[in-house]
């Protein structure tokens, strides 16, 4: 191990000895998934229509219009945008991936292999069924009950390595699982797959609502294809959650050194100022090896259950958040392409023009910027731009319809944050609302910083609370990144956020806390509703008291 590996915090670790026996654990997410307040499909089942309505009728059309989809990502189906929340497994082989999934599900799904070989040779999606039978990758890329009609694009090598394994499981009632074949290491994991692994795990990592990367403390080994397939996963960072399996398999000092070895190669690969939330445990169902961890491994795996358990209820939230981010970027793929196909000449010298528009893509990316005041964030990268564009004349390009821009415009800043206020546990914001429907709270008095609108106390936070908890890190913290979807689907304007922000996060530390999180959704209400002019400073009130 490397010497700056040790000097990473290690986890709290208890000293006391604890009995080995541990019980099998009965359907672990089961108990919580009836009884924990999963929400079923029913209760979302009119904003998912909504979506679906927004999405085929408002984004759908500029899709089409400027090829969206041979540049970024296929057209969404009605499949894809009901689809239960998706959980990702990806690990180097022998990890215990397929252990881990049969542990959750307190059975075998069909077609199930675990040995200390590399066993699964597949992607496997294992769904709810009242039989338990596979469909194999070529029957299920077609069906169009199922979201995985736009993996066809991999071609027939990989959908032999495709299949859906129906088990009948309460835990999968709300949840799908992707088992993933093992990451080998060298030429084996390159030449040993006939299609493209990587492109596969990024395909997968976009839809799924979290990605849990599995490693052996036993044997903790992250090779360069590791890393490949670990680098797939970027954009997708907030849902990435790390579990270092079979950490019973060594000593409590031991684990110490390889949670610290992990974390360091971690921070070299995942690049995010942020780190991971790790789970480490023992995710089967045999007694432990060593127990002088037992109970920080039995906290673990309660946190990693409860993670798991909080899916299907947030999913709709990430879903919404997924599709305005979708939008955002058709938004300016369909600028940018209509902007290259201006820039052609009428007659004369298309080819010069297009190698030199091509060449240049960057800065003419950063035109767009400014003259549409778009993000970065949003743009795609140049070179795997650069590389799709040269398939097409840039003439044929659709010219900008400016009409079918501003429906979007409007899908954004109307239509979806609509369907947020939908979601069935956000509150009115001010209680004072119910009031007098026609008078903005405290209209008489925006910025004294005396009314309502800036008192903390009045804000109801319930909705917020359960968004907050679909970003929020271990530390009870959220990133920018992780805030930025959510602050954006409000349909507040970029420049009013930047204010939003600089307000809410008044510990200035570049991350949110809950209470943060709180007003800074509670401002952008105030702004989308225009009850107020946001304050330059942020009023005493609207810290919480004990905070003070
Ligand atoms: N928590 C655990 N502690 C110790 N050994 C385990 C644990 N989980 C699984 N194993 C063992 O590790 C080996 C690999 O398990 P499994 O086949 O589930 O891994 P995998 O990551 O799915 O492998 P592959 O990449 O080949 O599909 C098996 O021998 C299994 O019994």
């Keep these: 191990m490397s010497e700056s590996a040790r000097s990473v915090a290690p986890p709290p670790l208890p000293t006391r000895s604890i009995t080995p026996a541990r019980a099998k654990s009965a359907t672990p997410l089961t108990s919580g998934s009836k009884g924990g307040g999963v929400s079923g499909k029913a209760e979302f089942a009119d904003i998912l229509e909504g979506l679906k309505h927004i999405y085929k009728n408002k984004i759908k059309p500029m899709e089409q219009t400027y090829s969206f989809e041979q540049f970024h990502s296929p057209y969404l189906t009605d499949a894809d945008i009901d689809a239960k929340p998706m959980v990702l497994i990806i690990g180097g082989y022998s990890t215990g991936k397929s252990t881990f999934v049969k542990h959750l599900l307190d059975k075998e799904y069909p077609g199930l292999h675990i040995g200390p070989e590399p066993t699964t040779d597949r992607f496997v999606a294992v769904m709810n069924g009242a039989e338990e039978r596979i469909i194999p990758g070529n029957a299920a890329a077609v069906s169009a009950e199922m979201p995985f009609t736009s993996i066809q694009r991999f071609g027939s090598q990989f959908l032999q390595k495709f299949q859906v394994s129906f088990v009948n499981s309460p835990v999968l009632e709300n949840l799908i699982i992707i088992d993933t074949p093992g990451i080998l290491s060298g030429e084996k994991q390159r ?5 493209d692994f990587t492109s596969v795990v990024e395909w997968f990592a976009g839809r799924a609502d979290l990605i849990l990367l599995l490693f052996d403390a036993h044997k903790l080994d992250i090779s360069d294809e590791f890393k490949n397939a670990i680098n797939a996963l970027k954009g997708n960072d907030e849902k990435i959650r790390v579990v270092l399996n079979k950490a019973d398999m060594v000593t409590g000092q031991q684990l110490l050194r390889v949670y610290g070895a992990l974390m360091w190669s971690l921070g070299k690969i995942l690049k995010t100022p942020e780190v991971s939330r ?6 089967w169902d045999q007694p432990l090896n060593h127990a002088d961890c037992a109970t920080l491994l039995a906290a673990e795996q309660r946190d990693l259950l409860a993670d798991l358990r909080a899916l299907p209820r947030n999913a709709i939230v990430r879903k919404i958040n997924e599709i305005v981010k979708r939008t955002r970027m058709a938004k300016v793929h369909a600028l940018i392409i209509s902007h290259l196909r201006k820039e052609m000449p009428g007659f004369f010298g298309k080819k010069d023009k297009q190698d030199d528009l091509i060449t240049n893509l960057e800065a003419e990316f950063m035109k767009l910027e400014r003259l549409h005041g778009l993000v970065p964030g949003d743009f795609p990268d140049p070179d795997r731009f650069r590389e799709t564009l040269a398939m097409f004349k840039l003439e044929k390009f659709a010219k900008l319809d400016k009409k079918m821009i501003d429906i979007v415009d409007q899908a954004l800043s109307v239509d979806f944050p609509k369907l947020m206020q939908e979601y069935p546990t956000a509150q009115p914001t001010i209680a004072a609302m119910e009031r007098n429907p026609f008078e903005a709270p405290g209209a008489a008095n925006t910025s004294g910083g ?13 909705g917020y ?16 990144a992780a805030c930025k979807p959510i602050l954006e689907s409000t349909g507040v304007e970029t420049n009013v956020l930047a204010k939003v922000w600089r307000l809410a996060d008044w510990t200035k530390d570049g991350y949110l806390d809950l209470d943060e999180f709180v007003v800074a959704m509670h401002l952008c209400n105030v702004a989308k509703k225009g009850w107020a002019e946001l304050p330059d400073v942020l009023p005493q009130t609207l810290i919480p008291q004990r905070k003070c």
């Design 465 to 480: 609370v359960d968004q907050f908890r679909t970003i929020a890190g271990v530390d009870g913290k959220a990133s920018g």
């Design 278 to 283: 790790v789970y480490i445990g023992s995710f």
């Design 191 to 195: 030449i040993g797959r006939s299609y």
């Design 450 to 462: 005396g009314d309502e609108l800036w008192r903390y106390e009045q804000i109801s936070r319930k």
